[in-house]
């Protein structure tokens, strides 16, 4: 039997930021997945704070070089890829300087919000996908981990949807306890429309909330995952409302069984 293939796509993994409920995991389960049997890629952003030398970032010349237009603007896509010795896994990294060069992840060192996150959002999920078409590596299942993935499951539904590698891929969107303070940049709405969204895809952005943008993660993915023990109370509700196949908090000793056998559900 071929391998399944999942396309693991996170906000944030250790040890190229610090160790939190998301970085660790994102950085445990695809090795995990990997050891149970599955083929497997794994993608991030460049934020600044991520060290290249010491990570041994380097660029891959064949993938970059492609331009990504996002409010008018032209804004380049560079790829880069370092290796996870111990898990025989390698990691793919979205960079790009307008978006990805400051020191923090979503909030400036102050704890608010950046006010091109939006954009942010757009940029790493065309970038993930656009990479992975050019990899003609088609996904089983697509996994997305944390806020700054909430677009993935639009774009694979609506954008991508034409494209013989997203053809039969399923998405999961797994939802963490993720605290925003600020509202979303007003445009929000008009900045994640990309060719193949209309206005009517994108609705719940009438109220440009970073709780909006997750309801469209978990509006258009076929599955969900509770992957922190709190959620946002909203986004729990909007999950039991949307009765989709979901998987609740799994603890540390069982989430690898639990999701591995949830892929095989979704699939």
């Given at each position: 039997m071929e391998k399944k293939r999942i396309l693991f796509i996170s906000?944030?993994?250790?040890?190229?930021?610090?160790?939190?409920?998301?970085?660790?995991?994102?950085?445990?389960?695809?090795?995990?997945?990997?050891?149970?049997?599955?083929?497997?890629?794994?993608?991030?952003?460049?934020?600044?704070?991520?060290?290249?030398?010491?990570?041994?970032?380097?660029?891959?010349?064949?993938?970059?070089g492609m331009n990504l237009v996002i409010s008018d603007a032209d804004h380049p896509l560079i790829i880069k890829v370092a290796s996870i010795q111990a898990a025989r896994m390698q990691v793919y990294f979205i960079d790009n300087e307008d978006y990805f060069h400051r020191k923090h992840v979503l909030?400036?060192?102050?704890?608010?919000?950046?006010?091109?996150?939006?954009?942010?959002?757009?940029?790493?999920?065309?970038?993930?996908?656009?990479?992975?078409?050019?990899?003609?590596?088609?996904?089983?299942?697509?996994?997305c981990h944390g806020w700054l993935t909430s677009l993935v499951p639009m774009y694979i539904k609506k954008a991508y949807n034409d494209d013989p590698l997203f053809a039969k891929s399923k998405v999961v969107y797994s939802v963490y306890n993720e605290n925003f303070k600020?509202?979303?940049?007003?445009?929000?709405?008009?900045?994640?429309?990309?060719?193949?969204?209309?206005?009517?895809?994108?609705?719940?952005?009438?109220?440009?909330?970073?709780?909006?943008?997750?309801?469209?993660?978990?509006?258009?993915?076929?599955?969900?995952?509770?992957?922190?023990?709190?959620i946002n109370p909203q986004l729990a509700e909007y999950i039991a409302a949307s009765q989709k196949l979901s998987l609740p908090y799994q603890p540390e000793e069982t989430y690898l069984d639990a999701y591995n056998e949830f892929y095989d559900k979704v699939l």
């Open positions: 906000q944030e993994i250790t040890p190229y930021l610090p160790e939190s409920e998301m970085s660790v995991k994102s950085r445990y389960l695809p090795q995990g997945i990997q050891e149970r049997g599955r083929e497997i890629r794994t993608f991030m952003p460049r934020y600044g704070n991520v060290n290249e030398r010491r990570n041994q970032l380097h660029e891959v010349i064949r993938l970059s909030k400036d060192g102050k704890g608010k919000e950046f006010d091109d996150n939006d954009e942010r959002a757009v940029f790493f999920a065309r970038g993930v996908l656009e990479t992975v078409i050019k990899l003609r590596w088609a996904p089983d299942v697509i996994h600020k509202p979303l940049n007003s445009k929000a709405a008009e900045n994640v429309m990309i060719d193949g969204i209309k206005a009517s895809d994108v609705e719940l952005l009438k109220e440009p909330s970073y709780e909006s943008m997750s309801k469209l993660g978990i509006e258009y993915a076929d599955a969900v995952i509770q992957g922190s023990e709190e």
